[in-house]
């Protein structure tokens, strides 16, 4: 596994980090995700990707969804996942009344520190995905900038052919991740994320959105998958029903070649 190993390598110096995972982390919580498997093997198909990365994993439920679906298909792509695995203003927010009330907690935070990392270890070793998904605590900006590097100073081969954006949800932050993510992609990629329902994500992807142009092989190939999807302001939408029965959608952009 390319990508895989030479970040095992380059970062960890072989080490694994899953040599640490336990099974009574194990979360049998908020497993959710929106991102759907059907978008996951168009996006894999028509990408030929064979870096996939992720920003923002909490406890590793797109990253399982999204490993599910590079094995079903046979593919060779690396997932790398890349958050600080330490919570958001939300999840902070809302630690100390979830845990009086006795509900399932985010954070579940053990010694003062959240336990996500612990949880994510755990699920990925449970659902057998180990060997393709890669984790790496630092925030997107800085994990973005450190791959940058790495290619700068050719010590991996190649930047990621898809990068899904799960991560800042306050107002311009996310706007910062896409105008790094853009300038990593490499021509052909393609960029798309969660949460459009979210006032914050929705207005940052639509201003950067703006001042770009899709590649409209792609977003048409990728429309004639998914007729449901529809074009927002030079954003590519893939409409669907969440577990709730509420409607939400993933957002995309792509490169032009």
Not at 223 to 248: I, Y
Request: hydrophobic share 40%; net charge negative; proline share 4%.
């Amino acid at each position: 596994m390319g990508i895989i190993h030479e970040l095992t390598e380059q970062l960890y110096s072989g080490e694994r980090p899953y040599d640490s995972a336990q099974r009574k982390w194990i979360d049998d919580g908020f497993m959710r995700t929106n991102l759907m498997p059907e978008l996951v093997e168009s996006v894999l198909t028509e990408t030929g990707a064979t870096f996939w990365l992720e920003l923002g994993s909490m406890i590793g439920g797109s990253a399982i969804v999204t490993a599910n679906v590079v094995k079903r298909l046979g593919t060779d792509t690396g997932i790398v996942c890349m958050d600080p695995f330490c919570g958001d203003v939300n999840m902070w927010s809302w630690e100390h009344n979830d845990r009086a009330k006795g509900n399932w907690r985010l954070l579940r935070l053990q010694d003062c520190r959240p336990t996500v990392f612990d949880r994510f270890l755990a699920n990925v070793t449970e659902a057998g995905h180990q060997d393709i998904i890669l984790p790496v605590t630092v925030t997107s900006l800085v994990g973005m900038k450190l791959l940058s590097r790495l290619l700068d100073e050719k010590r991996i081969a190649r930047a990621p052919d898809v990068i899904y954006l799960d991560s800042a949800h306050e107002p311009d932050e996310t706007f910062l991740e896409l105008a790094s993510a853009w300038r990593l992609l490499p021509r052909g990629g393609m960029l798309l994320g969660d949460d459009w329902r979210w006032e914050a994500v929705r207005n940052d992807v639509l201003k950067f959105a703006r001042d770009i142009t899709q590649n409209a092989s792609l977003v048409g190939r990728l429309r004639d998958r998914h007729p449901q999807a529809v074009m927002e302001s030079n954003v590519l939408l893939f409409n669907h029903l969440d577990a709730a029965g509420r409607e939400t959608a993933q957002w995309a952009l792509t490169k032009p070649v």
